[in-house]
């Protein structure tokens, strides 16, 4: 692929791209297959996968501005390789796996801004400042909203103990544009209280798309967050056999309750959701299948 159409704005336009997870061979095959694909203005690819430990990024391409959310090392050696520059860099909370190659995004992308739920003594605000993520906080990228629906302000007061910084993640609504409108929400790890919260003062959480919380935690996915958010999908993002038991029996339960399909990154491989479709997803595993991967034993939980 021509570099001129990767800057090309009429191939990136519209397009909402989340990297979960990936190794590098992965991140740049979905990379280059979001970056040449062309929708509508406003229209939205999200993208997920697994590597083994967790590395999370969001990136938005909007008529040359690009958001990166929870980014980390592999997709950041991606961007050096390509040349592409980095508007926003959010992190959604203080957690290694979600900071997790943040000073080498910055170091490469010197005007990126950084916000997120990142405390003031932080080694990142020594590379960049941090402007907080606060509930309130609205753009609109090419006919795109995004929203951030927590924190609030005057979360992270100390009295009478410092929040765990689970409960201060950054939780953003993605919306396309069009008469129907899908969206994606990006929780972070928030816990039942947090969501509970969200759902008690109205926060506008419908979404298609629901990036589960906290990885399928058992404190985390209650039944009041998924009544208001009711998506269709539901995107696990966790290893596989890994140590935590993410995501729990009990949550993938409440998800099977509510007819929601769950998507698990350690299963699927790179999942691809495309707002003009927004019923199906994509799995990597299936499409690009490699012949060193094992087949998956169903789920009996």
Not at 78 to 97: I, K, N, P, Q, T
Not at 101 to 109: F, S, Y
Not at 142 to 168: K, M, Y
Request: hydrophobic fraction near 45%; proline fraction near 7%.
């Amino acid at each position: 692929m021509a570099p001129d159409t990767l800057r090309d704005p009429d191939n990136l336009r519209g397009i909402f791209l989340m990297l979960v997870s990936m190794a590098l061979f992965a991140v740049e095959d979905m990379f280059l297959k979001m970056a040449s694909a062309s929708l509508p203005t406003g229209q939205i690819i999200f993208v997920a996968g697994f590597l083994g430990a967790p590395v999370f990024a969001v990136m938005a391409w909007l008529q040359g501005a690009r958001i990166l959310t929870r980014f980390a090392l592999h997709p950041a050696v991606l961007l050096r390789a390509l040349g592409e520059r980095v508007d926003v860099l959010m992190l959604s909370h203080r957690d290694a796996d979600h900071t997790g190659g943040a000073a080498a995004v910055l170091a490469q992308q010197p005007r990126a801004e950084l916000t997120g739920s990142i405390e003031a003594d932080h080694g990142l605000q020594a590379l960049r400042p941090a402007r907080p993520c606060l509930a309130g906080q609205r753009w609109e990228w090419d006919g795109v909203a995004f929203e951030v629906l927590h924190p609030l302000a005057g979360d992270d007061a100390p009295a009478p103990r410092p929040p765990r910084p689970n409960t201060l993640s950054c939780v953003l609504r993605v919306e396309a544009a069009g008469a129907q409108a899908p969206s994606v929400l990006l929780v972070g790890d928030i816990e039942a209280a947090q969501e509970q919260a969200l759902v008690a003062r109205g926060a506008a959480l419908q979404a298609d798309l629901l990036l589960v919380p906290h990885h399928g935690s058992k404190t985390s996915s209650s039944p009041a967050l998924l009544e208001a958010v009711r998506p269709r999908t539901a995107l696990v993002q966790a290893g596989y056999r890994n140590r935590f038991g993410h995501p729990a029996p009990d949550v993938l339960q409440r998800y099977r309750e509510r007819n929601i399909r769950v998507v698990e990154s350690s299963r699927c491989g790179a999942a691809t959701w495309v707002s003009v479709a927004p019923d199906a997803v994509a799995c990597e595993r299936d499409i690009g299948r490699r012949y060193w991967q094992h087949s998956m034993v169903p789920r009996s939980d």
